[in-house]
């Protein structure tokens, strides 16, 4: 059923990226390593943004014991590390944090009858996107909230950093990750740098922050149009229709659907929903 689920997302949506949740593949793969530092580094590896920062804390974590990368990469890199995410999507996402989320969030809807799950979820997500749109009058710039303060951090972060510019649209930033020296090439005029985070996310990185900052540029300029307040508003410009009450909806001419028979599952029944 997976196999066939995964053929049909792939023809459907052709052109979307398919990603693993890091954080289930760490339940997984911490079976077999357990350990507070090994989970550290495992994180670490999952956040590099570029191939050679994730080349860096696999040596890290190859140190702790032999055979602990091999075990890592057993599960596609590709699918999980950022160093591989496209940069066209402006998402740097590595876990199913969202769904997890949405699941505990229709957790009481979920053991009534179908149509009731339907009608308490419409009244949910009815009542969530006024809200989300009136959230917009609490920004105190066109920018998102979350936006500003990725984009804060990474200024804190710009004031490690060493620029020496080449007289035109380059510069070479040097940045210190765990004690060790690491040089990242920010390029203004194409808005990348080698580091990958400014591209991934569409916020400029600690990088191109301090290369900004080197030439005086107005920094808030180059935050993706992604996070301004006219796309949010996007977004939630459709509003989900009005229904009447259950009572008022004509009468179906078709055959009742029967639920499923019960099937009871081997075990003593679980009451509380696993975190």
Known sequence: MLRGLLKAVSEVLAESEY???ARHILANWSK??????RKNNF???ARASCVAELNFH?????MLMNGICESLLRYNKETWCR???NCDRKCDIIDNNMC??????ILAARHKTFITILEEIRVKM????GKLREFVDTWICDISPIAMKVYQDNMVQSMRCTIKWNGEYGYEVEDTLLRVVLKHCVNMQTQTCTCRSWMLKGIPCAHAIAAMHFKNIELINYISHWYHKSTYLKAYSTFIQLV???QTWPTSTNSPIEPPPIKKMPGRPKKKRRN
């Open 83 to 85: 160093a591989y995410f």
């Open 19 to 21: 990603r693993w949740c």
């Open 126 to 129: 009815m009542e969530r996107i």
């Open 32 to 37: 077999y390593w357990r350990g507070l530092e």
């Open 244 to 246: 009447p009450n259950m």
């Open 58 to 62: 696999l040596d890290n974590l190859n």
């Open 43 to 45: 994180w670490r590896c």
């Open 100 to 105: 997890e989320i949405f699941n505990a969030w």
